[in-house]
């Protein structure tokens, strides 16, 4: 069993960044793929980056260039770097983990979600 808790989230003008951050409970967490996925209101979930348990990354057209997916295995932490924000980035943003293969991913576990506001 993982538990997973994001944090980070926030309002943030146009062009701007912020970083969210997942922190997962569970000694078992480097063995795991983990990625980021969010969900706009009105909209469905959209796949946004992943990360395999050997750190190769994965990206959503949308935001490839502006963000950056990361691990950190010894705090049991997964980051997103978002950059150059646009009002369409926002959403609540969800961690998860599982596993991940030839651009497919099966996500065991999910988090609350922490809200992401872009004001133009």
């Known amino acids: 069993q993982v538990q997973l808790v994001e944090s980070g989230g926030g309002l943030v003008q146009a062009g701007g960044s912020l970083r969210v951050s997942c922190a997962a409970s569970g000694r078992t967490f480097s063995r795991y793929a983990a990625g980021w996925f969010r969900q706009a209101p009105g909209k469905e979930r959209q796949f946004v980056a992943a990360?395999?348990?050997?750190?190769?990354?994965y990206y959503a057209d949308s935001v490839k260039g502006r963000f950056t997916i990361s691990r950190d295995n010894a705090k049991n932490t997964v980051y997103l770097q978002m950059n150059s924000l646009k009002p369409e980035d926002t959403a609540v943003y969800y961690c998860?983990?599982?596993?991940?293969?030839?651009?497919?991913?099966?996500?065991?576990?999910w988090g609350q979600g922490t809200q992401v506001t872009v004001s133009s």
């Open positions: 998860t983990v599982g596993s991940y293969s030839s651009g497919q991913g099966i996500w065991d576990y």
């Open positions: 990360i395999t348990w050997n750190s190769y990354t």
